[in-house]
């Protein structure tokens, strides 16, 4: 019996060791895959379908066989936590933090706080700041927070602000195109330069280091979401926050409420993304009609992922709409300047998506991307939303044709986040996967 399943003494299930490290479990937990993953556990434990539903909880046996038949799929972190818990498969698999039964964590790495600190919940609370240094306790801090930081970056200096902001929006443009794995040196070094300058500043100069160094954090953060590495982003959001505060920048503050709202939506927590763009909305942070119209649709994208009637997320997305329309053209550097007509569309097909409207989605998708207005990493992401849709829709070919040519995008910048989406489109093709492109999507998945 190993370390981890004798952790697990009492558990109804725990699957073998053999059967967790191999690699068709490690690409399932990769990828989310859990119509792969309950095939697995199903045939080579030789649990039945009851056993598994009774382990992992508030499942009848009946879903169990429509997830292994990819009739149905799991999304919502907290029911992804009760298949960690249920078979025994470590958090950091599925990109969640440790598992309560895995024991204390031992350095930053496997800190339980994914999704950021829960003090923004209710609309108007204070955000209090949680010191990103002592956070890292018994953690070697310069290791941890600049990690990737190489001698390519070893030039990066801080002659000021604005010297500053150029560096960081080159980087943002650069972005696009190389991949945030490329990119993370250098926004790394940049912020290791500021930090270092921030003590020396004068006062007249250090408030406005301390904003702009916010904004390189919040990018930095992005960065890391990009490729699927939630603690670290959790991190820089974090030091972002307390930057921002520092520098008593409450723009930038409900800002950070806008990112820690969209990094819930990556873990499947719709309560928790739907109260983070509530509380960005008070109108204490004086943020820019754009960012608050960006707010607005995150509320809408979760009632879309709760359930709720498909009229009343049409009437977020209208009042985000008439707030865009409206909102005053800025400066590229400013917040929200990203945030135009094709962003919203873009998000608005997302949205469509969760709400049951996969058709609608797909063609939004396909009419903002064939603008190309889009970076290569971006086309490449919303690609496999593309395909998420289409696959939904009923049509595998065209879902498979169009997932192809993410994949594509997906192995040149390196982006886990794409890989991700691409994995759920495998699972919902699962059904279609002897008709030959699908065969050959999910092989060329499969390579990557």
């Excluded at 002592?134 to 600049?146: H, K, L, N, Q, T």
């Excluded at 409900?254 to 990556?266: P, R, T, V």
Aim: aromatic share 6%; net charge neutral.
């Amino acid at each position: 019996m190993d370390e981890r399943e004798a952790r697990r003494s009492g558990y109804p299930l725990t699957i073998p060791g053999a059967l967790l490290q191999g690699e068709a479990m490690r690409q399932a937990c990769l990828t989310r895959n859990f119509q792969e993953i309950f095939r697995l556990v199903n045939r080579r434990t030789g649990s039945s379908h009851a056993a598994m539903a009774a382990a992992i909880g508030k499942m009848t046996s009946s879903r169990v066989s429509d997830i292994i038949r990819g009739v149905r799929g799991i999304r919502g972190r907290e029911v992804i936590e009760r298949v960690a818990d249920g078979f025994g498969i470590p958090g950091e698999m599925f990109g969640l933090p440790r598992r309560p039964w895995e024991g204390s964590p031992e350095e930053i790495g496997e800190t339980t706080d994914h999704a950021g600190p829960g003090v923004e919940s209710a609309v108007g609370a204070e955000v209090r700041p949680r010191n990103a240094t002592s956070a890292m306790a018994g953690a070697d801090f310069e290791r941890i927070s600049y990690a990737g930081v190489g001698p390519e970056s070893a030039h990066c200096r801080v002659d000021g602000p604005d010297s500053l902001r150029e560096q960081l929006e080159v980087a943002k443009r650069d972005d696009g195109y190389l991949g945030a794995r490329k990119t993370l040196p250098l926004v790394l070094g940049l912020l290791r330069a500021v930090e270092q300058g921030i003590r020396d500043a004068k006062p007249s100069v250090r408030r406005e280091l301390l904003s702009v160094a916010a904004d390189g954090a919040e990018f930095a953060g992005w960065l890391y979401r990009d490729i699927q590495q939630p603690t670290r982003a959790v991190f820089w959001y974090d030091r972002a926050m307390e930057w921002a505060q520092e520098a008593n920048d409450p723009a930038m503050q409900g800002y950070m409420l806008l990112k820690k709202s969209q990094m819930a939506y990556d873990c499947g927590d719709a309560g928790r993304m739907s109260a983070l763009a509530q509380a960005g909305r008070h109108d204490r942070w004086q943020l820019p009609d754009r960012v608050q119209a960006e707010l607005l649709q995150q509320e809408a994208l979760g009632y879309a992922m709760l359930g709720e009637p498909f009229s009343l997320v049409e009437q977020k997305l209208g009042t985000a709409r008439e707030l865009l329309a409206h909102a005053a053209n800025g400066e590229p550097g400013d917040l929200g300047a990203y945030f135009d007509d094709d962003t919203l569309l873009l998000r608005n097909a997302v949205i469509y998506t969760e709400a049951g409207r996969p058709r609608l989605a797909a063609d939004l998708f396909g009419k903002i991307i064939a603008a190309k207005t889009l970076s290569r990493r971006d086309v490449g992401f919303f690609n496999a939303r593309r395909s998420a849709a289409l696959a939904l829709s009923g049509e595998p070919d065209e879902a498979a044709r169009i997932g192809m040519a993410s994949v594509g995008v997906a192995r040149v910048v390196q982006s886990t986040r794409t890989l991700r989406v691409l994995g759920e489109v495998s699972q919902t093709l699962s059904r279609w996967r002897t008709r030959p492109m699908v065969r050959e999507f999910r092989e060329a998945l499969q390579e990557v």
